[in-house]
T-cell receptor
């Protein structure tokens, strides 16, 4: 299973775009990249996933590099409620994630 | 609300005891996953079942076991409990057959071992 690397923490101003990077250089060619977030001690919430192409849904956009070694999750207009730990995973290995703090 | 339910919400027990955690997946989901989340280890995958059969195994201790029943609910049994087993235990379900697909997590069971 692919391991991922994420910065431990990031800050973002409310209303601005939050761009969360993830390195997954060991991901295999047919392995999807999944993003989840966890608010406090609640169950993680699925956000989005992708294989090669960029993806967008009502929550976020996912940009995957052509070599598939990294990706960026974009929250276009971050709100205070987006403050959470964001996990990028290859399959079943959740790392420590990125703690995103959205500030007024 | 993900549609996944877990009971109980909180469980306090003593070392050496045995407990059972229960999970009901979303309607129609055939896959169930179990995870352990402790402060120092993060979210650790334990085991996955698909339609009653074990599908994938992670870092699950021999003292732990799980099963998925014909009605698709799942139980995680933890025995000979140790202080270090204190953690949040999450169940997730997925409509997909593969390993590690889009998962919907329950609210968790907080286990405290004294």
């Amino acid at each position: 299973d692919a391991k991922t690397t994420q910065p431990p923490s990031m800050d973002c101003a409310e209303g601005r775009a939050a761009n969360l990077p993830c390195n997954h250089s060991t991901i295999s060619g047919n392995e999807y990249v999944y993003w989840y977030r966890q608010i406090h001690s609640q169950g993680p919430q699925y956000i989005i996933h992708g294989l090669k192409n960029n993806e967008t849904n009502e929550m976020a956009s996912l940009i995957i590099t052509e070599d598939r070694k990294s990706s960026t999750l974009i929250l276009p207009h971050a709100t205070l409620r987006d403050t959470a730990v964001y996990y990028c995973i290859g399959k079943l290995i959740f790392g420590k994630g990125t703690k995103l703090s959205v500030k007024p | 609300d993900s549609g996944v339910t877990q009971t109980p919400k909180h469980l306090i027990t003593a070392t050496g005891q045995r407990v059972t955690l229960r999970c009901s997946p979303r309607s129609g989901d055939l896959s169930v996953y179990w995870y352990q989340q402790s402060l120092d280890q993060g979210l650790q995958f334990l085991i996955q079942y698909y339609n009653g059969e074990e599908r994938a195994k992670g870092n699950i201790l021999e003292r732990f076991s799980a099963q998925q029943f014909p009605d698709l609910h799942s139980e995680l049994n933890l025995s000979s409990l140790e202080l270090g087993d204190s953690a949040l235990y999450f169940c997730a379900s997925s409509p997909h057959t593969g390993v590690g697909n889009e998962q919907f997590f329950g609210p968790g069971t907080r286990l405290t071992v004294l």
